[in-house]
């Protein structure tokens, strides 16, 4: 999905929702769009409406030239992601970025017992963000200190959960369909919920669905977008 402000013109305005591939950073996708279309149009202001986790796939919106002013309100809409978590183990980043640093039981929890223990999460909830994160800490990244082997104090947050639903339950592996607002991390997420079972659990896959009312499956492939843009240049 390509979005003008007025048709083909991308100095007025475009929004482009992309489809962000794993390991891309969202960074990486604004910064590929801006070189397609450099060769044409020269500068143009282009950014994109939430970061994604580089282990992360899924809808990223990306906004050029004078929609890039809009871009504020679609942060703030509230996002859907897929999340798969591996109950029985944690790791420092409460994903995949780092290795499994501790293993638990995680044979008593049934479906019953797991569906109570989320029913914490929903609605309006105090999280704090994983240390490797890009929030800021007395002005650095507190994944930068992380890296570093530092200890970081990370200040909670309030975000809202709206929904947690139960998409396949197969443990030690649970599927999860998250609606939540801006802000909220799924590895934190994921982390607490499985402290909350009595055992462990990390992010092991993730994938934002929709933002607002945008779907990712009106998402551009990154590959065929770069073509499409090339053709416009």
Not at 128 to 139: F, L, N
Not at 151 to 172: C, N
């Amino acid at each position: 999905m390509v979005v003008f402000k007025e048709e083909g013109v991308f100095q007025e305005g475009a929004l482009i929702l992309v489809d962000k591939p794993l390991k891309w950073t969202s960074f990486d996708v604004v910064n590929k769009i801006r070189w397609c279309l450099r060769k044409k149009f020269g500068k143009l202001k282009v950014g994109h409406a939430g970061t994604l986790d580089p282990l992360a796939t899924g809808l990223v919106i990306v906004c050029i030239g004078r929609w890039t002013k809009e871009i504020d309100k679609y942060m703030g809409q509230q996002k859907e992601y897929v999340a798969t978590l591996q109950l029985g183990a944690t790791t420092p980043s409460f994903d995949l970025e780092t290795q499994v640093n501790r293993e638990y039981p995680w044979q008593h929890i049934d479906r019953p017992f797991f569906e109570e223990a989320i029913q914490q999460f929903v609605g309006e909830i105090k999280q704090i963000p994983p240390t490797y994160s890009a929030v800021r800490v007395d002005g650095v990244r507190a994944y930068e200190k992380a890296r570093k082997g530092k200890g970081v104090a990370m200040p909670p947050r309030d975000v809202y959960v709206k929904e947690i639903e139960i998409l396949r339950f197969e443990p030690p592996q649970v599927e999860l369909r998250i609606v939540c607002s801006k802000g909220t991390y799924i590895r934190s997420l994921a982390n607490d919920i499985g402290a909350a079972c009595g055992s462990g659990a990390y992010l092991a896959d993730l994938r934002r669905t929709a933002i607002g009312d945008f779907k990712v499956k009106d998402a551009n492939n990154m590959d065929e977008l770069i073509v499409f843009l090339q053709e416009k240049s």
